[in-house]
């Protein structure tokens, strides 16, 4: 799962450098990513923060702001338990008894700590997404797909 420590340091320095260009204003987020769902749906996944700011060091601060954000779009409560989130290698999140409010979103944090209203965490000691390239899949508790979120893929995606 890991990228070479080059490849990371590559990164960041490009993310420098488009933010010293005047890019400030973007989050560490693709340009190029898409949603495979056609349109909105009730769920959908927001937002990815794929590469955490700063150096790479796994600690848990760095851990938790690599994030991906899932958005409830419509005014009803959604029951998530039981959906899952996951990367192209399988590593996979599991909601647990959690509750979406309507019209409101989610952040679930890599590393550890106390899952709250808007944040929960994988508790993980490693990072998941991929810097370069990877899609992460939504799916319900039946295992259907629900959305999906791709960088770095210069084809058009990765689809389900």
Same mark, same amino acid.
């Given at each position: 799962?890991?990228?070479?420590?080059?490849?990371?340091?590559?990164?960041?320095?490009?993310?420098?450098?488009?933010?010293?260009?005047?890019?400030?204003?973007?989050?560490?987020?693709?340009?190029?990513?898409?949603?495979?769902?056609?349109? &909105?749906?009730?769920?959908?996944?927001?937002?990815?923060?794929?590469?955490?700011?700063?150096?790479?060091? &796994?600690?848990?601060?760095?851990?938790?702001?690599?994030?991906?954000?899932?958005?409830?779009?419509?005014? &009803?409560?959604?029951?998530?338990?039981?959906?899952?989130?996951?990367?192209?290698?399988?590593? +996979?999140? +599991?909601?647990?008894?959690?509750?979406?409010?309507?019209?409101?979103?989610? &952040?679930?944090?890599?590393?550890?700590?106390?899952?709250?209203?808007?944040?929960?965490?994988?508790?993980?000691?490693?990072?998941?997404?991929?810097?370069?390239?990877?899609?992460?899949?939504?799916?319900?508790?039946?295992?259907?797909?629900?959305?999906?979120?791709?960088?770095?893929?210069?084809?058009?995606?990765?689809?389900?």
């Amino acid at each position: 799962m890991s990228v070479s420590s080059s490849a990371r340091r590559l990164t960041t320095a490009s993310a420098v450098a488009a933010a010293l260009v005047g890019a400030a204003a973007l989050p560490a987020m693709a340009s190029d990513h898409h949603h495979s769902s056609r349109e &909105r749906g009730a769920v959908t996944i927001s937002a990815v923060q794929y590469d955490s700011p700063g150096r790479d060091d &796994r600690s848990n601060r760095s851990l938790n702001a690599e994030w991906v954000e899932i958005t409830n779009n419509t005014r &009803r409560v959604v029951n998530l338990d039981g959906w899952t989130l996951s990367d192209e290698d399988g590593h +996979t999140y +599991t909601f647990r008894h959690y509750w979406l409010d309507g019209r409101s979103t989610v &952040r679930v944090h890599t590393g550890e700590g106390r899952d709250a209203r808007h944040d929960v965490f994988q508790d993980r000691r490693n990072y998941v997404w991929n810097n370069d390239r990877d899609t992460a899949t939504l799916r319900n508790d039946r295992g259907r797909f629900i959305d999906d979120y791709s960088w770095g893929h210069h084809h058009g995606g990765h689809h389900h």
